[in-house]
């Protein structure tokens, strides 16, 4: 009796072995499909849409932003009146495709400066940070070999409690490590890195809720606070 129960606890240890290889297996499939999407060229349909303000043509503006959800709601004619600024976020982009289409909407528009900003989706999704950085590094070269000034925005972090909601896989933990590095790299090739992070922090290094209209996205003060910072930075360049 005790050789059969000693048999039965072996196949019961090794089917659940198996089970959790299946699971293993699925969420590297899953994080694999994700990181082969952001190299997709899923984003052209959006491609047709009339970004920006309305209040100059598509080919005529100063600077350009670039980048995913948090670029895209961003109202520029409510935080920045009477600027030759032009948004050119795509809701849920990685950082890959903000590279895939930077010939296309930026390059191709001649603008003055690029303002690029990557959202905390890329971590949220398990990109890894080296993918970024190469990222960044390739736009900050595609605009400087087309005479456009780059300038880079340091990733949002989201609210405590969204981090906290991740157990053991936070995410601010990375945003910080990589807006470290970012801030390093422009200071060493003199790019103008601007921390609007820090303008909507707790002071912990999480987001704070009166920033936010959610765990992840700015509310309008958040906005304004942005908005701030960026015009305080760049007249200091000026």
């Given at each position: 009796m005790?050789?059969?129960?000693?048999?039965?606890?072996?196949?019961?240890?090794i089917?659940?072995?198996?089970?959790?290889?299946?699971?293993?297996?699925?969420?590297?499939?899953?994080?694999?499909?994700?990181?082969?999407?952001?190299?997709?060229?899923?984003?052209?349909?959006?491609?047709?849409?009339?970004?920006?303000?309305?209040?100059?043509?598509?080919?005529?503006?100063?600077?350009?932003?670039?980048?995913?959800?948090?670029?895209?709601?961003?109202?520029?004619?409510?935080?920045?009146?009477?600027?030759?600024?032009?948004?050119?976020?795509?809701?849920?982009?990685?950082?890959?495709?903000?590279?895939?289409?930077?010939?296309?909407?930026?390059?191709?528009?001649?603008?003055?400066?690029?303002?690029?900003?990557?959202?905390?989706?890329?971590?949220?999704?398990?990109?890894?940070?080296?993918?970024?950085?190469?990222?960044?590094?390739?736009?900050?070269?595609?605009?400087?070999?087309?005479?456009?000034?780059?300038?880079?925005?340091?990733?949002?972090?989201?609210?405590a409690?969204?981090?906290?909601?991740?157990?053991?896989?936070?995410?601010?933990?990375?945003?910080?490590?990589?807006?470290?590095?970012?801030?390093?790299?422009?200071?060493?090739?003199?790019?103008?890195y601007?921390?609007?992070?820090?303008?909507?922090?707790?002071?912990?290094?999480?987001?704070?809720?009166?920033?936010?209209?959610?765990?992840?996205?700015?509310?309008?003060?958040?906005?304004?606070?942005?908005?701030?910072?960026?015009?305080?930075?760049?007249?200091?360049?000026?």
């Amino acid at each position: 009796m005790q050789k059969i129960w000693t048999i039965i606890l072996i196949v019961s240890l090794i089917g659940n072995l198996i089970g959790l290889l299946v699971v293993w297996k699925a969420f590297d499939y899953r994080k694999k499909m994700i990181a082969a999407w952001s190299q997709s060229n899923e984003w052209l349909p959006e491609t047709t849409k009339n970004f920006g303000s309305g209040e100059a043509d598509k080919d005529s503006a100063e600077i350009i932003f670039l980048g995913a959800s948090i670029t895209a709601d961003w109202d520029f004619a409510k935080f920045f009146p009477g600027k030759r600024y032009r948004n050119m976020g795509i809701d849920g982009q990685f950082s890959s495709q903000l590279l895939l289409r930077f010939q296309h909407d930026i390059v191709n528009r001649r603008p003055q400066a690029v303002v690029i900003k990557l959202c905390e989706m890329n971590f949220s999704h398990d990109m890894p940070i080296s993918l970024l950085q190469e990222n960044i590094q390739m736009m900050a070269t595609l605009a400087q070999g087309n005479s456009i000034r780059p300038i880079f925005l340091a990733m949002l972090p989201v609210t405590a409690k969204r981090d906290r909601s991740r157990a053991g896989d936070p995410i601010n933990s990375r945003v910080a490590e990589f807006n470290r590095w970012l801030s390093g790299f422009c200071a060493a090739n003199r790019y103008l890195y601007i921390d609007i992070a820090s303008a909507l922090s707790d002071g912990a290094g999480n987001l704070d809720p009166a920033n936010a209209r959610d765990n992840v996205h700015p509310n309008d003060t958040g906005y304004a606070k942005m908005a701030e910072v960026f015009t305080a930075a760049l007249s200091r360049e000026e």
